[in-house]
């Protein structure tokens, strides 16, 4: 794949001061790819800029909403953009539009409304000669990969079963509008799981599981409606899809209240309010609770072969800044195909362990 008719070979990092789009940028910048970062201040930008290693003359492009970037995006024509603002329901669609014809998208959400969202671009985005890749991060690569891993070479599975335990260290500073966003979209969403192959409704925090990780430590992980979910679902086929992550509550009482609050923040005011007052929390910097994060599958057969495996990573953060620079690598550089993807459909299951990660089968 050639990138169609791009006028430029820059990649262009959205919300490149923030955590997630720091890491992007250090490991691009590294690589000896033309990175310019887009965002709103371009004091911030230029300050997060230099951190990263980018040159001094490095360029920057102020633009205050998705529709503004998009329009530079339109205008400028870059080769791969990288969104790490966020909201990803909202911006995704925006982004990738404008990205096509020719250039390429990469973001990490984790949520079912952004992922299925952008998958749904799939036949446009191979009309367009364009690569949209979402959930490049521990969210989704991190169980994908696994279940990719399993499924190789063998027939369509008919249950599978995803567990997300990431382990990130807190950094100082305030928990943000993407990540305040993000819980509120959980919670209103309730659960999910696919039922012979519909995805249908679930309580949010069933399904608890204890689990015994491979290096001895132990971890508590619940239902939710996530990436995760959709990505087992689509590189496996089978028809009975369930995921749980260990950020869901598992405590009995907490996981009671988890629907009541739902259906509150469900109303548009008082989730507008519960994503500004929760963005505005204050978070202490604190050590990761694991030494490592893991990505579980359990695949079973109709004629009850079953299999079960796992990725190792260290920081859940680090690795989704190394998987979303991989990703990005890879498109600048020309591979992918066309088409709308989640990480290891677009570029293979062994994405994960050039990203750091590594298999744990059995």
């Not at 529709?67 to 969104?83: F, G, K, S």
């Not at 993000?182 to 969403?189: A, C, E, P």
């Not at 978070?283 to 190792?312: F, N, Q």
Request: aromatic share 4%.
């Amino acid at each position: 794949m050639t990138g169609g008719s791009r006028a430029n070979d820059e990649v262009w990092i959205i919300g490149a001061t923030g955590h997630i789009g720091r890491g992007v940028t250090a490991r691009l910048a590294a690589r000896g790819l033309a990175v310019a970062l887009v965002g709103r201040s371009r004091e911030r930008m230029v300050a997060a800029g230099a951190e990263a290693g980018l040159p001094g003359d490095a360029k920057v492009v102020v633009a205050d909403s998705a529709e503004r970037i998009a329009d530079e995006i339109v205008r400028q024509r870059p080769r791969v953009v990288v969104n790490t603002m966020g909201a990803f329901t909202a911006t995704a669609p925006v982004l990738a539009r404008a990205c096509m014809p020719g250039g390429h998208y990469v973001d990490q959400a984790n949520d079912v409304a952004a992922v299925e969202g952008l998958l749904a671009l799939h036949d446009e985005a191979v009309r367009a000669g364009s690569t949209l890749v979402t959930g490049a991060g521990f969210g989704v690569l991190a169980t994908e990969a696994v279940v990719a891993k399993l499924c190789d070479g063998r027939p369509t599975p008919h249950r599978v079963r995803v567990d997300a335990v990431g382990s990130v260290a807190v950094e100082a500073g305030v928990l943000g509008a993407a990540f305040a966003t993000g819980i509120v979209d959980m919670l209103t969403t309730g659960g999910r799981r696919y039922d012979d192959g519909r995805l249908v409704p679930s309580r949010l925090g069933a399904d608890v599981r204890r689990l015994a990780l491979p290096d001895g430590e132990s971890a508590r992980s619940a239902g939710a409606a996530s990436g995760d979910l959709v990505a087992a679902h689509a590189v496996s086929g089978a028809p009975f899809v369930t995921a749980t992550s260990a950020l869901v509550p598992a405590a009995p009482l907490v996981r009671a209240l988890l629907p009541a609050l739902g259906r509150l923040l469900s109303v548009p005011a008082l989730r507008r309010l519960a994503v500004e007052r929760l963005g505005r929390v204050p978070m202490t910097a604190a050590p990761r609770p694991r030494r490592h994060s893991w990505g579980h599958a359990v695949v079973e057969w109709g004629d009850g072969t079953r299999r079960e495996g796992w990725l190792r990573a260290g920081d859940g953060m680090d690795f989704t800044a190394d998987v979303t620079a991989a990703v990005t690598e890879l498109l600048a550089r020309g591979a992918g195909r066309p088409g709308a993807w989640t990480p290891a459909a677009a570029l293979g299951p062994d994405l994960a362990t050039a990203a750091g990660g590594a298999f744990v089968l059995d």
